[in-house]
């Protein structure tokens, strides 16, 4: 009897393993189509600019200093598929202006702004 309630466990046992491997793969996929649907929609972008206090504006609007977006953990964040209009600007400079459409993956962008007033001793007359 002891011997039959052993067995009994033992057959319980895997049928339930094996039920629970079988929704594993379902759910596996669902994540898997989630992901890629999510990642497709976004992307950061970690700026490096010179001058690192020049303002940055995404489609028009101010979002902060360039500084603010220098490192990974504090990029700027596009949630929105499409083009998006990104413009680096600072008074007495040329202002930098690209155009970024997000694609799931993390790009870094330099820009270094130009003096609108050529400075001393560039040889430049």
């Not at 049928?15 to 898997?32: D, S």
């Not at 010179?50 to 220098?70: I, K, N, T």
């Not at 694609?103 to 003096?115: F, I, M, Q, Y």
């Amino acid at each position: 009897m002891l011997l039959q309630r052993s067995v009994l466990c033992l057959v319980l046992a895997l049928t339930v393993g094996c039920a629970a491997k079988q929704e594993q793969p379902a759910t596996v996929a669902r994540a898997r189509e989630l992901m890629a649907s999510a990642g497709g929609k976004r992307g950061d972008l970690v700026l490096r600019c010179e001058p690192a206090d020049a303002e940055v504006l995404l489609d028009g609007v101010q979002q902060g200093l360039c500084s603010d977006f220098s490192s990974v953990s504090r990029s700027l964040r596009l949630s929105d598929a499409g083009f998006h209009q990104v413009e680096v600007k600072k008074r007495g400079f040329w202002p930098y202006t690209t155009y970024y459409e997000p694609s799931g993956a993390r790009v870094t962008l330099k820009v270094k702004l130009r003096p609108v007033v050529p400075e001393a001793g560039s040889g430049t007359q």
